[in-house]
């Protein structure tokens, strides 16, 4: 068995906040969890959470994900994008071309986020976030597919994606060239060991599949800090 995607956690100097936002766009419940603070419950068993946590580091330059949020008629496109807007969203320019149907926006905390127009045949039979679009290559894509046992749905010119057996939201990646990091990614993944499983053998799988470990020892948070083929953080938490 493989692990599972336990959350996507988002960097913010105001977690609280940012958190409210995104339980207004997305409908989703938000609670003060004790142990994994501010989180949008997913909306089933087989989803992930959203994780807010507390950071003083800036974001400097583009995130490499992003959301894609689904449309399932035109109004609901425009009435997504005018509950972000009042929300706190902004629009932004990230070199979109006026043909594309799609609108960009960015959180209150700059993270940039998409409004698919509806009919997009490539998200059809997913949720609300229709996918999780990440800047990466094919190496990682295969990557991530071993690490949480999910298929490839899309391998086609070094672009990737991956879904979840039971459904729901695809990562994907767009292929080269990739863009340098500029620091610490604001979001990353959070992961736990299979039910019954264990983090130690969890870690030296991962390991075996072509990550790295950022840290030596767990800590007092029991989280082991690692890193995927292209440089980006996602931590292996202690068994839920």
Not at 34 to 49: I, K, N
Not at 212 to 232: H, L, S
Request: hydrophobic fraction near 35%.
């Amino acid at each position: 068995m493989t692990c599972q995607l336990f959350a996507l956690s988002f960097g913010s100097g105001e977690p609280r906040s940012l958190g409210e936002f995104w339980s207004g766009v997305l409908g989703r419940e938000l609670v003060d969890d004790p142990r994994d603070g501010v989180t949008l419950l997913p909306e089933d068993e087989h989803g992930f959470r959203l994780r807010f946590l507390a950071t003083q580091e800036k974001k400097v330059g583009q995130n490499r994900m992003h959301f894609d949020l689904t449309s399932a008629f035109p109004e609901q496109q425009q009435e997504t994008v005018d509950r972000a807007l009042r929300l706190g969203a902004r629009h932004i320019d990230v070199g979109q071309l006026p043909e594309e149907g799609h609108v960009v926006l960015a959180d209150p905390d700059g993270n940039e986020f998409c409004v698919i127009e509806a009919g997009n045949n490539f998200l059809a039979d997913t949720g609300f976030i229709g996918a999780l679009a990440c800047d990466g290559s094919q190496a990682v894509g295969y990557f991530w597919s071993e690490a949480l046992g999910w298929p490839l749905v899309w391998d086609q010119d070094q672009e990737t994606a991956i879904q979840s057996p039971h459904g729901g939201t695809k990562i994907t990646w767009g292929g080269p060239p990739v863009a340098p990091k500029t620091g610490r990614n604001r979001m990353h993944f959070d992961l736990v060991p299979p039910a019954g499983g264990d983090q130690r053998a969890e870690v030296d799988r991962l390991l075996a599949l072509g990550a790295e470990r950022v840290d030596t020892d767990p800590g007092e948070n029991g989280r082991v800090e690692m890193i995927d083929p292209d440089g980006n953080e996602f931590c292996v938490l202690a068994p839920r």
